[in-house]
């Protein structure tokens, strides 16, 4: 892929309207949300989305999430049930993704679904994100803005190291309040299933709803974005659950824990799931090639950063 120049736009009015025209010149603008900063694309436009892939080297199997402005445009591209409805309500702006029936008429890209019937969507909490959504007025595909596989950005800084030269204008907004991606649910079919914790506990959602969510039957092939096995991988190893850190090993703490990096001194899943990505990049500034990670508890938003621990940690190719 022939290098590009990337433009650095402030969240203003005229920033928002220049990245706007670079969607609907089928063009890549990276954009805070509340969780991570996404890679944005016109989710109708086939080359514009495959401009994706080809910036991320992206598995093309892997779907996109679709971000809308408001829960009035996810009808214009999909089927919501009483309980995609009731989640929507509950927690929509937010850091929460539906997997949907696709309508056979929305136009949306084939790269986006991967070939499936149904597609992920989110309205994201930010107000850069909104403001740009609103401008353009469209879909727009946006996987986080990072290297496929590789640590997730929570500032442009971190978009920067990693993709410029391959997109054409990132809106800096600023560090992302949440810091982990978005819990996603499948509505698809006649039970809600959680695919992927994420910023919104599962406990949460399940109290919305007055039921347990189901989890997948084959976890193996993906379905929605954010299911690959090695996902999130910084250079080094990942070691998890560690007690203790060998002297080879650069340590990754969460509680009262003597260690080079400290997710959360305090303990707090809160201040933890916010510096997790960060703190994976500073490993990998500092040149870390074996990491020992402290053990997270695993509920609430541990049950995310355990998920994205897990990915860091898997065998890769």
């Known amino acids: 892929m022939s290098q590009i120049e ?21 063009g890549l603008v ?27 080297g992206r598995p093309s199997f892997n779907p996109l999430i679709v971000h809308l402005a408001d829960v009035a445009a996810v009808h214009n591209y999909c089927e919501i049930s009483d309980v995609a409805q009731r989640l929507a309500a509950a927690f929509w702006p937010g850091a929460m993704t539906l997997v949907l029936p696709l309508l ?45 596989g590789r640590i997730s950005p929570t500032t442009a800084a971190h978009v920067i190291a990693g993709l410029s030269g391959k997109i054409d204008a990132i809106v800096d907004g600023g560090t992302c309040g949440v810091g982990v991606e978005s819990t996603i649910v499948d509505c698809s079919g006649p039970v809600p299933c959680i695919l992927r914790a994420g910023g919104i506990p599962t406990e949460a959602l399940e109290a919305c709803l007055g039921m347990a969510l189901a989890t997948p039957s084959d976890p193996t092939t993906p379905t929605s974005p954010g299911q690959l096995l090695s996902h999130y991988a910084p250079q080094g190893s990942v070691r998890l659950n560690a007690r203790h850190f060998d002297a080879h090993e650069t340590g990754l703490g969460f ?25 994976l990049h500073r490993l990998d500034a500092m040149g870390a090639t074996a990491i020992a990670v402290s053990p997270i508890p695993d509920h609430g938003l541990g049950r995310a950063i355990n998920d994205r621990l897990k990915r860091a940690a898997a065998p890769r190719d």
């Open 6 to 26: 990337t433009v650095i736009l402030k969240p203003d009015t005229n920033g928002i309207a220049e990245a706007a025209l670079v969607f609907w010149r089928g």
């Open 30 to 56: 990276a954009f805070p949300t509340e969780t991570v900063y996404g890679l944005g694309a016109d989710a109708r436009n086939d080359v514009a989305v495959a401009k994706i892939y080809a910036a991320k």
């Open 255 to 279: 509680g009262a824990v003597d260690a080079q990096l400290n997710l959360s001194p305090s303990g707090d899943l809160v201040e933890a799931a916010a510096n997790l990505f960060a703190m």
């Open 104 to 148: 056979q008429d929305a136009g949306i890209s084939k790269l986006v679904t991967a070939g499936l019937d149904t597609l992920a969507v989110r309205v994201p909490d930010h107000v850069v994100a909104q403001n740009l959504l609103a401008e353009f007025g469209g879909p727009v595909a946006a996987p986080s803005a990072n290297p496929s």
